[in-house]
Structure formats: structure tokens, C-alpha cells
């Protein structure tokens, strides 16, 4: 069946950088799009950034953009997330999502930005 | 960039009683190509990743129980829970796909009187 395992969270200072990963199973990674949906404790729901089954191009929350950085490693089937001068507020659980006709979502990484 | 709003907050139902949930957008997630509402509707429980729900505005997604239905077009779209059931004790999300930024409600906090 379809899985998605996100790894490469954890605690990191303001200004710091952290490289998360989604490693993908069960369906054939390069013909679909992936993205990165965050939740901060005790909030709602924030889609991130969106990179297509081809990588051609990518899409980023106006909250991100020219921070993060979303790639993919179609020979490894594996989604990246590049975060880079990392804030408090980007204190989170990120989830990686398979687009498509239906969402489908992994069991997210912690991300947690303190000093 | 589409705002997703959703009514009530928060809703407290009788268990076997009709639960609704509202969801509207600032601009018509309808695609006129192919006629679809790119509009998904999610339950999350706490420490759970959303659960996809409804689809399309209200194609149910393989397993989810007939309890649950959406319907609405356009801008203005409903969640429906016939008979409310201990386990659909969660906060529901609607969320739009039309196009990026993707968004989501706020989400409506579902619980039982």
C-alpha cells in the first residue's frame, strides 16, 4: 500500500537550517506530484510548498518562499524539504502529501525552532 | 490566494443527531473544464495526520462510512454527518486544490452534548 515516512525533524535555533525527508512506497513515485503540509502545535493546517511529478516546477507558501526549498530524488523515491533561516514560527509537525485525485499523507516529522 | 472559511467554530451534537459543517471560499473553486469542485473535506483526530474524507465536493473516499457526505458548488459547500457516532468526535477541515497557494479552513471543532 501507499506509504510515505517523513524523517529529519528536531530542534534547531532560530536562523538554523534542517533537511527533512519523505521516503515513498507503494506506488510509482515519479508520476505523481508531492507536497509539504505543516500543522503548528495546536493549530490549523498550512500547505507549504508543492514540487510536480517531474520537478518542473515549484510552488511555495508566500510564508517560505526563499527560505525553503522542496526537490525530489526520483532514483532514491524520495521528497526533500531544504529549510533555511528557520524561524519560530516554522515550529511544527510536517507532513508529506502524494497529490492526486485524493490526498494522501504520511505521519508527519516534529520541527521545533528555540532557542 | 483563496481564503477558506468555515462555520460553526466549534459544534456540539447529540450522538445520533445531524451534525453540518459549512465551508465557503472567496472565489469558485469550480473548474469548468470538467465540471469538478476542487474541494476536500479532512477529520483529524489528536496525534493523527488528517484523514481524507470527501473528494470532488462529495465523493466519499473508499471506506469512509455513508454517515458522511458533501455536497455544495461554486463557493458554498456543506459536510454532513446523518447520525452522529462517538468516533466522529475530531475537527474537520475543508480544504481547496483549485490552485496555489492550496488552503484550508480554520477548522470546526466537533463534539458530543
Known amino acids: 500500500q501507499v506509504q510515505l515516512v517523513e524523517s529529519g525533524g528536531g530542534v534547531v535555533q532560530p536562523g538554523g537550517s534542517l533537511r527533512l525527508s519523505c521516503a515513498a512506497s507503494?506506488?510509482?513515485?515519479?508520476?505523481?506530484?508531492v507536497h509539504w503540509v505543516r500543522q503548528g502545535p495546536g493549530k490549523g493546517l498550512e500547505w507549504v510548498a508543492f514540487?510536480?511529478?517531474?520537478?518542473?516546477?515549484?510552488y511555495y507558501a508566500d510564508s517560505v518562499k526563499g527560505r525553503f526549498t522542496i526537490f525530489r530524488d526520483t532514483s532514491k523515491n524520495t521528497l526533500y524539504l531544504q529549510m533555511n533561516s528557520l524561524r519560530v514560527d516554522d515550529t511544527a509537525v510536517y507532513f508529506c502529501?502524494?497529490?492526486?485525485?485524493?490526498?494522501?499523507w504520511g505521519q508527519g516529522t516534529m520541527v521545533t525552532v528555540s532557542s | 490566494d483563496i481564503v477558506m472559511t468555515q462555520s460553526p467554530d466549534s459544534l456540539a451534537v447529540s450522538l445520533g443527531e445531524r451534525a453540518t459543517i459549512n465551508c465557503k471560499s472567496s472565489?469558485?473553486?469550480?473548474?469548468?473544464?470538467?465540471?469538478?469542485?476542487?474541494l476536500a473535506w479532512y477529520q483529524q483526530k489528536p496525534r493523527q495526520p488528517p484523514k481524507l474524507l470527501i473528494y470532488?465536493?462529495?465523493t466519499r473516499e473508499s471506506g469512509v462510512p455513508d454517515r458522511f457526505s458533501g455536497s455544495g458548488s461554486g463557493t458554498d459547500f456543506t459536510l454532513t454527518i446523518s447520525s452522529l457516532q462517538a468516533e466522529d468526535v475530531a475537527v474537520y477541515y475543508c480544504?481547496?486544490?483549485?490552485?496555489?497557494?492550496?488552503?484550508f479552513g480554520q477548522g470546526t471543532k466537533l463534539e458530543i452534548k
Open positions: 502529501v502524494r497529490d492526486g485525485d485524493h490526498w494522501i
Open positions: 507503494g506506488f510509482t513515485f515519479s508520476t505523481y506530484g
Open positions: 514540487i510536480p511529478y517531474d520537478g518542473s516546477n515549484k
Open positions: 472565489q469558485s473553486v469550480l473548474y469548468s473544464s470538467n465540471n469538478k469542485n476542487y
Open positions: 470532488w465536493a462529495s
Open positions: 480544504q481547496q486544490y483549485y490552485n496555489t497557494p492550496y488552503s
